[in-house]
């Protein structure tokens, strides 16, 4: 059994190790540190941590102020609250000003669970991918969340980082995280599957299913979605014909709206979406939320196999 | 301090050509917001010739004190400002709002001497609030002033920024409100109200300075004493005319976003002489 980490407590952690490593590191939350794991700095460096209280549009605005003076801003909150709540904020003060703020979303996607659809963030993508300027990475995984923040860390500009609310299987060989370049995890030139985030374990299990069924599917872990790899999308298109992408996101605006563009210009061939159909969340668990909501890796196999007879056979 | 001291006269004659400047700049743009520009011109004069540490030559020097226009809208004022103190040439004055101009409708950065964007109101006093935050950590002692509007004050995040640099203790932060009373839609009392603004700012545990924003004496006073206040922020609310100066501007909301014609121009800089 892989090992299963929180990308939240991988997070804190990379938190503290970067701020024993750079005096400049200051980190601003909005009353949730304790989930968002920022209360891990803060325990270490009072002084460069600052919490917000119930008050996410000031947050936004205040690390854009500590970045003018130079300062190297992470800040946590929750995707719905970061992207959706004080997207003003991180338009006009975080991306127009195109200042060095990192701005680290926890508890993303349908997979927070009994909270229910106010507190699933199905559109930050969308929200965060139209700002020039803004850079995104969505760590597949807890190992690839300190991959993600360091090269936040090392890359100047503002930055988003999607992350999850639970536990996540370490997804093993699958090699160096280079930001901007994406992840090949499995060879095949059947079908492209493009994922991203906790999909990209669901779709490792379709891809063995397929197998099993002789279908050699390519799986393409697609952490940075800002800038996109359109290389590897091309690729893709030319050398497989058809694309399934896989998202913990509504099916509009998000990954598979990235790849669509790229192809649609490029080279069009089918791309099939997996994701929240232009529906709102829900309460439940997360395994029964992703089965709802056409998610698993059952929904991504019958993506496959209902859509490559047309295309392949 | 780029300049020595100017006298409360010099301060007055200052002004009024950074007012002739302003009614130049938006006749030349043929759009802008002349009301609120006029109506900070005394503040922001005052501000940049007698108070503001800063050097033009290295606008990056990290002990700069550092100033925001929070109402962005009123940039023509900042603009002119700025060149007064020879952070570009005045002649770049006239290429506001055209194309590839470093001098953009709502502040940009690319305008040397501006620190940060703005022109969505509400949130310059956050920006302001992370500089002085930022010299809290890195323990430097240059100052922070804010510019805000009254109208901007109707934006709720205004109040989350209030709370916050009380709640940190920002005595390196000194707000500026510039109270014209008027907003695009009318006066502010009747659009949503304000009053008692005084007494709004101090229950939010700031100090509170009230004086004519018009009063050069006045309103240097008031920069003294605000960097006498320790342990919370000050504001000094101005209270101000829409449109000063020129007497067919004042108090006249329409003027609140339209640049003056050719001809109300050369009227403007009769008055202004």
């Known amino acids: ?313 | 301090m780029a300049n020595k001291l100017l006298t409360t006269e010099e301060l007055v004659i200052q002004a009024r050509s950074i007012r002739r400047l302003i009614i130049q700049m938006l006749a030349q743009a043929g759009s802008g917001h002349p009301g609120g520009s006029l109506s900070a011109a005394d503040l922001i004069t005052a501000l940049y010739s007698n108070v503001l540490r800063f050097n033009p030559a290295g606008p990056q020097w990290p002990d700069r004190d550092r100033f925001h226009m929070s109402k962005g809208h009123c940039c023509p004022l900042w603009y002119a400002v700025l060149a007064q103190a020879g952070y570009f040439p005045k002649e770049k004055l006239f290429t506001l709002r055209q194309l590839g101009s470093i001098l953009q409708g709502h502040p940009d950065r690319k305008t040397p001497g501006v620190e940060s964007a703005s022109g969505s109101l509400g949130q310059g006093l956050a920006i302001a609030l992370g500089m002085s935050l930022a010299a809290k950590v890195d323990k430097k002692d240059y100052r922070v002033y804010c510019l805000l509007g009254d109208g901007e004050l109707q934006e709720g995040s205004v109040w989350e920024a209030a709370m916050a640099c009380a709640h940190f203790s920002c005595d390196n932060l000194c707000a500026i409100l510039d109270a014209n009373g008027c907003q695009i839609d009318g006066r502010c009392e009747d659009i949503m109200g304000l009053e008692p603004l005084a007494a709004k700012w101090q229950a939010f545990g700031w100090q509170v300075i009230e004086i004519n924003g018009h009063d050069m004496k006045q309103i240097l006073a008031a920069y003294e004493q605000a960097k006498t206040i320790k342990n919370k922020p000050t504001i000094i609310i101005a209270r101000t005319v829409k449109g000063k100066g020129v007497s067919f501007m004042e108090g006249v909301i329409g003027f609140h976003g339209r640049a003056p014609t050719q001809e109300e121009a050369q009227r403007a800089l009769k008055e202004l002489a």
């Not at chain 1, 002084?47 to 003076?69: H, P």
């Not at chain 1, 991959?147 to 639970?166: E, Q, T, V």
């Not at chain 1, 359109?230 to 790849?259: D, F, M, P, R």
């Not at chain 1, 791309?271 to 439940?284: A, D, H, K, L, P």
Request: net charge neutral; charged share 20%.
């Open chain 1, 1 to 313: 059994m892989a090992e299963q980490l929180y990308q939240r407590d991988v997070y804190g952690r990379t938190l503290v190790k970067l701020g024993s490593l750079d005096r400049n590191i200051v980190v601003l939350d909005a009353d949730l540190s304790s989930s968002t794991r920022t209360n891990l700095f803060a325990k270490q460096f009072p002084d460069r941590f600052f919490n917000f209280g119930v008050a996410e549009q000031n947050m936004m605005a205040t690390a854009a102020g500590l970045a003018s003076c130079g300062k190297q801003v992470f800040l946590s909150t929750f995707a719905v609250f970061a992207a959706g709540r004080a997207w003003d904020q991180v338009r006009v003060s975080i991306s127009y000003n195109n200042f060095n703020v990192k701005i680290v979303a926890t508890h993303a996607g349908i997979t927070v669970g009994p909270d229910g659809a106010s507190h699933q963030a199905l559109e930050d993508i969308a929200l965060m991918r139209v700002l020039a300027n803004m850079n995104i990475i969505i760590p597949c995984d807890g190992p690839q969340t300190e991959d993600a923040i360091m090269a936040a860390a090392k890359n100047p500009g503002p930055f988003y980082i999607r992350l999850g609310r639970s536990k996540v299987a370490t997804i093993e060989n699958k090699g160096e995280f280079k930001f901007g370049k994406a992840q090949l995890i499995s060879e095949g030139n059947d079908v492209t599957i493009v994922a991203c985030g906790i999909m990209v374990t669901e779709a490792i299990l379709a891809v063995k299913n397929l197998a099993a069924k002789g279908i050699k599917a390519r799986l393409i872990n697609m952490h940075t979605i800002r800038p996109l790899d359109n290389e590897v999308i091309l690729k893709a298109a030319q050398e497989t014909k058809l694309i399934i992408v896989c998202e913990e996101h509504n099916i509009i605006g998000g990954l598979a709206s990235c790849i669509d563009e790229v192809i649609a210009e490029n080279f069009p061939v089918k791309v099939i979406r997996v994701g929240v159909r232009n529906r709102f969340g829900q309460s439940g668990q997360p395994d029964e939320l992703l089965k709802e909501y056409n998610l698993s890796s059952l929904d991504i196999e019958k993506a496959v196999l209902s859509n490559i007879s047309q295309s392949v056979k």
